[in-house]
């Protein structure tokens, strides 16, 4: 029975030390947007209407938190026209990975 004890104990604080050596993000509950622009353009990025950020060709960037539910994407060129359009659906904590190959 004492055995029993000390391994209900040891476990109790393995799990402790685990929790508490956790990163924030896997308790992250926002929805961030990753996107990953590999064409040759210089794009900017909108998220429901609004413009959101530009992003360098062959480089990435992050919009944190667009929340959960659905959005509509869209990367549009230096003149104005539309590359992409993405209609996406988030659920809570869930982030979105989008790759641009071509402008």
Same mark, same amino acid.
């Given at each position: 029975?004492r055995?029993?004890?000390?391994? %209900? %104990?040891?476990?109790?604080?393995? %799990?402790?030390? %685990?929790?508490a050596?956790?990163?924030e993000?896997m308790? !992250?509950?926002?929805?961030?947007?990753?996107?990953?622009n590999?064409s040759?353009c210089?794009?900017?990025?909108?998220?429901?209407g609004r413009?959101?950020?530009?992003?360098?060709?062959?480089? !990435?960037r992050?919009?944190?938190?667009i929340?959960k539910?659905?959005h509509?994407?869209?990367a549009? !060129?230096?003149?104005g026209?539309?590359?992409?359009?993405r209609?996406?659906?988030?659920?809570?904590g869930?982030?979105y990975y989008?790759?641009i190959?071509?402008?």
């Open positions: 029975m055995a029993l004890r000390l391994l %209900a %104990a040891l476990t109790v604080v393995v %799990a402790v030390l %685990a929790l050596s956790c990163s993000e308790f !992250d509950n926002q929805s961030d947007l990753v996107v990953f590999d040759a210089q794009l900017t990025i909108w998220v429901d413009e959101g950020f530009g992003v360098r060709p062959n480089s !990435d992050t919009l944190d938190d929340g539910g659905r509509v994407l869209e549009i !060129d230096p003149r026209s539309v590359v992409e359009r209609t996406i659906e988030l659920a809570p869930e982030d989008w790759t190959e071509h402008c």
